[in-house]
């Protein structure tokens, strides 16, 4: 079936720093990607919806500037958590459309980011 | 505003008894979809199901089986004889279906499965 590689599936920072997370639609094009963090014993909240060749769209409440995200190809998207805060840390996964399997939506793995 | 309530937290069972997960939904759209997904420790979400707002049918999958009922917003999943390596937190999920398909998707808060030997 279809995989969707998140990766890293850890990351430790210190805070100040800034860390990328790449979200690859490994057997299918996916023009629309989204992102989700998940706190711990928490539901997932979409962050942001990631359109392949356009500019993000974010959900109310999520900084932009915060957390760049690029879909700069139909088998990429990468969020960047920028100038990383513990605040920041959480576990964040990225879901991948695929139109041609009725629009099932593919999860990634999932990357914990644990920021000191 | 879409809304997903799963008000179990925490389910235990015994191995090889029944468990049923609630999942009670509110959308002001005629027309949705409703999702439940599996999240082992591991973290990963596996999908376990998609059901269409128009259908009703309920669908039996293995030892799985899910409970549409539209005219109570309600979709429970009934997983029969469980096993240990059911142990997971489940997710129902609604999201809108706006042209080409559906779009945001709203998640539960999860139910956390807990299955003894």
């Known amino acids: 079936g279809a995989v969707v590689s998140q990766h890293p599936s850890r990351v430790i920072c210190k805070s100040g720093t800034s860390v990328k997370i790449e979200c690859r639609s490994l057997?299918?094009?996916?023009?629309?990607m989204f992102w989700y963090r998940q706190f711990p014993k928490k539901s997932l909240m979409l962050m942001a919806t990631s359109n392949e060749g356009s500019k993000a769209t974010y959900e109310q409440g999520v900084e932009k500037d915060k957390f760049l995200i690029n879909h700069a190809s139909l088998t990429l998207s990468t969020l960047t958590v920028t100038s990383a805060h513990p605040e920041d840390s959480s576990f964040y996964i990225c879901?991948?459309?695929?139109?041609?399997?009725?629009?099932?939506?593919?999860f990634g793995s999932g990357t914990q980011l644990s920021v000191l | 505003a879409q809304k997903v309530t799963q008000a179990q937290t925490e389910i235990s069972v015994v191995e090889k008894e029944d468990v049923t997960l609630d999942c009670v939904y509110e959308t002001r759209d005629t027309t949705y979809y409703l999702f439940w997904y599996k999240q082992p420790p591991s973290g990963e979400l596996v999908f376990l199901i998609r059901r269409n707002s128009f259908d009703e049918q309920n669908e039996i999958s293995g030892r799985y089986s899910w409970n549409f009922q539209k005219s109570t917003s309600s979709f429970n999943f009934t997983i029969t004889a469980s096993q240990v390596v059911d142990s997971a937190v489940y997710f129902c999920?609604?999201?809108?279906?706006?042209?080409?398909?559906?779009?945001?998707?709203?998640f539960g808060t999860g139910t956390k499965l807990q299955v003894i030997p």
């Open positions: 999920a609604l999201s809108e279906a706006g042209s080409g398909g559906y779009q945001k998707v709203t």
């Open positions: 879901s991948a459309r695929w139109v041609a399997t009725n629009e099932k939506l593919f």
């Open positions: 057997d299918f094009q996916a023009t629309t």
